[in-house]
């Protein structure tokens, strides 16, 4: 699911960066001739009130009755003769400070007279058109996100159906693996209740446990996050203990020897995820292990370690799911995966190193 | 008196491996594989523990739980799978007391129902009564100075049912339903032998006669 909605955001990602580029450039080239446009016309505005005015004012050079909102200021031969001084420019029309001036000349005989008339440039048809793209940016961009959110799930919906389909597959599977896997070991139990004893029991036994492990494994990655959790003191010596007489003919198929030097120390947590955790680290260090070596395990303090002989070679990736380092060995590359989801849930401090040809994994349980 | 435990389980291999395992525990069972099928028999016999699988055919498990929650107040387990662990929430709410995930072990089982046993007692393993006499919840049974006491199985089922509401009042309607089976006829002169029998050998102030209603235990 969690890939379904990772495409999902990728490709909304994408297309709305595209589309928005694009309808970017667009508004741009409009709103820079929209801008040009309304400085035209109040330059023109400007000029024809100056022009308007000129004659009036001709003979005196005074504007008594200047009915125009525009100011206007006269000069004679480059010398102020009407109005408050303004700084010239050598164009018909220029914008300094925010006002607009223009300038009309009538050449004479004397000499030649400027008229420059000057106003404030308006700035609100400018705001009203920032604005305007603002509003109509708003409306565009949800309109996308709502195109692109339909798209998306019509170009996704096949992928999410097989997703669909996988997990229900997968679902199913597990779930009818559930009861086959019960009558075999509650079988087994009985038969051991019954001191009824065998090489051959024993060897089912141990096939037995290792599917379930593979099992509860699986289910807890792929149902973990539904999983209603029962959290209780659990002693971790006695879950140690529990464990490794699980994993004993595992343990002693591969001649593998077990020291163990162990404190009482009681965490409150969800049982199963104390099995989960220790199971995996267990079975880890176990199978890769040479054979005839020591596997040590210890709790001190709160910290439970384990250490067997071997190395790893990329410490950063082997948390990884599906991540395996060692492809001869059986499995799914899922066991430190858990471990660490586990550590991670509850705030327990994973540490996994290489010493001196041992690998050695601590939980520090808090 | 033997502990009587109904196992509803689908599978017939599970269903019989418990059965097999409880009984060799000492309990005594009777297993079906069917809802509805429960649903009767639970109506027709008193259990102390019901083991009920949540996915069943037809039926659903919490609606069977839901049906004998209607007429009975015996407790229920679920057995569900790691992977329904929604339905716990669910399976609570339709009257379950417990309940254990598949893939169980057999050791597991027997420390839930032996829990959900006690806690009908008060979370106790021995009921003292008072003047020697103390209640065995484990085995069923009375002692006297640690010795068991013979009981009749009418009268064992009598004083249990007291014991598990201890100062409440019990109509002998619900008592009639508890100790009487579905095909026996209950009476109201021999409901008063057993209640003699028992104020014989506990003491005659343990249990109050509530007139026309029917008795409290205060023992």
Redesign the interface.
Known sequence: MSAEKKSLRRFLLTYLFSTLLLIGIGEWFYYKSAVREIYDKQFNYVLNELKLAIPQGMFGLRFYDNKSDINITVYKRGMLVYGKNVKLNNKECWIDKGVIYCRNELPRRWGKIEFVGYKKFDFSPVDNLRKQILLSNVFILIFLIIIAYVLGKMFLKPVRDTIKNLENFI?DA??EM??P???I???I??LK?KKIESKEIQRIESSAKRL?KI??DL?FV??NH???KEIISVNLKDIINERVEMCKTFIENKKIKIIKECEDFVVKADR?DINRLIDNLLSNAVKYSPQDETVHLSIKNGVFCISNRGEIKNLNKITEKFYRENKNEGGFGLGLYIVKKICENYGYKLDIKNEKGFVKISVKFK | MKRKILIVED?V??NE??K??LE?NGFETVSVCEGDSAVNIAYEENFDVILLDVKLPGMKGFDVAKEIRSFSDTPIIFIT???G??D??KGFLSGGDDYI???????ELKLRIDAVLRRLYSNREKVDLGDGFEFDVKNNELLKDNKPVHLKTKVAKLLNLFIKHRGEVLSKDKIFAEIYNYEETPNEASLRTFVKTLRNILGNDKIQTIKDIGYKFVG
């Open positions: 679902r597990t779930h559930n009861t896997i019960s009558v070991l509650t079988n139990e009985m209740m379930e099992f509860k289910t792929r149902l539904n999983r209603k199963e | 599978d291999s599970l491996t418990v097999e395992f060799f799978s790691l992977d662990e929604k716990v929430e995930r598949k893939p169980f072990s057999l050791k």
